[in-house]
């Protein structure tokens, strides 16, 4: 089946610098990509819906200049966490999606723990 | 995209079927209903799909009634491993773009 990475699967950063995780389709191209996050004991929340190509398209309420989407290929997405503080402290969860259609069709990655000291 | 309802918990055990049923009153006729099962510190992964009446697989069974206001996802004979928390998505399969998790149903499983 179609799998998708991530990497790392878990870092601590200090206050202030940034951290970037990557999100990889390893068996398919994956034409847009997603990506969540989610604090402890509550439902994930998506963040932006990444295009490759273009620019990610962010919901209501997430910086996008804090959360840096690069979709440079069909198998890579990465997600930048800019100037990063405690609250920035969550699990992001990264999918893939293949094709034009299908629910079915979307494959998420294992997760990055993310921990901002 | 259609709001989905589900209850907070379920407690189980071992041997006996579970039963997770999910509200989604405004689904769009073009909306199919699909679960997701996530453990702690993973992401998602697929259980089953469907758009009305029952569909089955290797590991579970999905009801939806006629007027597809509500689906039911069925796992036979639970065991310890199937404890996670079960999310019920709807969206329209065919011009599908994103969509949004709700609250999700954690199932507690004991022995």
């Known amino acids: 089946g179609a799998v998708v990475s991530q990497h790392p699967s878990w870092v601590i950063c200090k206050s202030g610098t940034s951290v970037k995780i990557e999100c990889r389709s390893l068996d398919f191209q994956a034409t847009t990509m997603f990506w969540y996050r989610q604090f402890p004991k509550q439902s994930l929340m998506l963040m932006a819906t990444?295009?490759?190509?273009?620019?990610?398209?962010?919901e209501q309420g997430v910086e996008k200049d804090k959360f840096l989407i690069n979709h440079a290929s069909l198998t890579l997405s990465t997600l930048t966490v800019t100037s990063a503080h405690p609250e920035d402290s969550s699990f992001y969860i990264c999918s893939a999606k293949t094709g034009t259609s299908g629910l079915r069709e979307q494959y998420f990655g294992p997760g990055t723990r993310l921990t901002v000291t | 995209l259609a709001k989905t309802t589900q209850p907070i918990s379920m407690d189980s055990y071992e041997g006996q079927e579970v039963n997770i049923t999910c509200s989604h009153n405004n689904i769009a006729t073009n909306d199919y209903i699909t679960w997701y099962q996530q453990f702690p510190s993973q992401g998602p992964r697929f259980i089953i799909q469907?758009?009305?009446t029952k569909v089955t697989n290797e590991v579970a069974s999905l009801f939806i009634p006629a007027d597809r206001k509500s689906s039911t996802l069925s796992l036979p004979r639970v065991s310890l491993s199937d404890t996670a928390v079960y999310y019920c998505l709807v969206g329209d399969r065919d011009n599908f773009n994103k969509f949004y998790f709700g609250s999700g149903t954690k199932l507690n499983v004991k022995p």
């Open positions: 469907g758009y009305k």
């Open positions: 990444s295009n490759e190509g273009s620019k990610a398209t962010y």
